[in-house]
């Protein structure tokens, strides 16, 4: 586990593979898929994708992304799998034995249409004293480049905090940190993306 941790503070994120199996993944893609169907048919507008000048040049001011938070009020499934021994072993090689669960998201990005994300920093949105918050993104389906896979810096974290990195905005952090010339972290269902 030291390597994971290594790995971790060098690069600011881990790719772990096979965290949960095929049979396991199925039972969270069928929960997943019923959650979005729900928000869909809903009142409330599911769509939260980013306006700003960064996203009208991203994807030309029409995307989508399907999306809510604590996932794990809304299925006992995906409680399971923020408990489940693989997941747990790798997020305290990351962050040492007292994990704290802060929330959790769901977003779903339709085929052809899905939203980007530019380029950001999380603090500015959930900020933390130590800066010790990771995320971590359990994948259903397949990620690849060609699908819009999260894309990383490695070693940006060690930047510190950088003021205007909502992402939405350009800014001189976009223009130096491009989506473009950015690592995509290709993932298979079951593989979980652990970043700062």
Known sequence: MTEIKTFFDENGYYVARGIFAPDEVR???????????????????????????????LDGGQSVIIH???VQCYSARW???????????????ILGPDVILHHTKLFQKPAEEGSPFPMHQDWTYFPSVKDS????????TDATDEMGCLRVYP???????V????GAQASELLAKYSIEGATFLEAEPGDVAFFH
């Open 27 to 57: 039972k969270l893609e069928e929960d997943f898929d019923r959650i979005v169907a729900q928000l869909q048919s809903g009142p409330e507008e599911a769509n939260a994708r980013w306006g700003g000048e960064e996203m009208r040049r």
């Open 68 to 70: 809510t938070h604590n």
């Open 163 to 166: 003021e205007g990195t909502s």
């Open 155 to 161: 070693g940006s974290h060690r930047l510190g905090r």
């Open 133 to 140: 918050m990771i995320a971590g993104i359990i994948h259903v």
């Open 79 to 93: 409680m399971a799998a923020l408990l489940h021994p693989r997941f747990l072993r790798i997020a305290t090689s």
